[in-house]
Nanobody
Framework: HVQLVESGGGSVQAGGSLRLSCVAS????????MGWFRQAPGKERERVAR???????SYADSVKGRFTISKDNAKNTLYLQMNNLKPEDTAMYYC?????????????WGQGTQVTVS
């Protein structure tokens, strides 16, 4: 059974930075995709960034050039470095893992970590 636990959220001023972490317990197959999603109040959940097994990444247009997704396989940890944060980045951020071949269906979700930008 896989569990994903996020950390690193908080409150920052516009222009600031945060780094989110997601530790996976249990086995994440190398064929899995991992990513970060976010959901603001009254809005649908959206994918922010994704990383696939060969390291290729993709980003939502709204965060390109500001956010960077990475993973440390030895630590079973996924990261999201967020720079130049804007008030519109305020949301609950979720870590997710899924079989890439089964996109867009998500197999595992974390509990979320709140990011607030003022």
């Amino acid at each position: 059974h896989v569990q994903l636990v996020e950390s690193g959220g908080g409150s920052v001023q516009a222009g600031g930075s945060l780094r989110l972490s997601c530790v996976a317990s249990g086995y994440i197959y190398s064929s899995y995709c991992m990513g970060w999603f976010r959901q603001a109040p009254g809005k649908e959940r959206e994918r922010v960034a994704r990383i696939v097994s060969d390291g290729r990444t993709s980003y939502a247009d709204s965060v390109k050039g500001r956010f960077t997704i990475s993973k440390d396989n030895a630590k079973n940890t996924l990261y999201l470095q967020m720079n130049n944060l804007k008030p519109e980045d305020t949301a609950m951020y979720y870590c997710a893992a899924w079989r890439c071949s089964n996109s867009p269906n998500i197999d595992y979700w974390g509990q979320g970590t709140q990011v607030t930008v003022s």
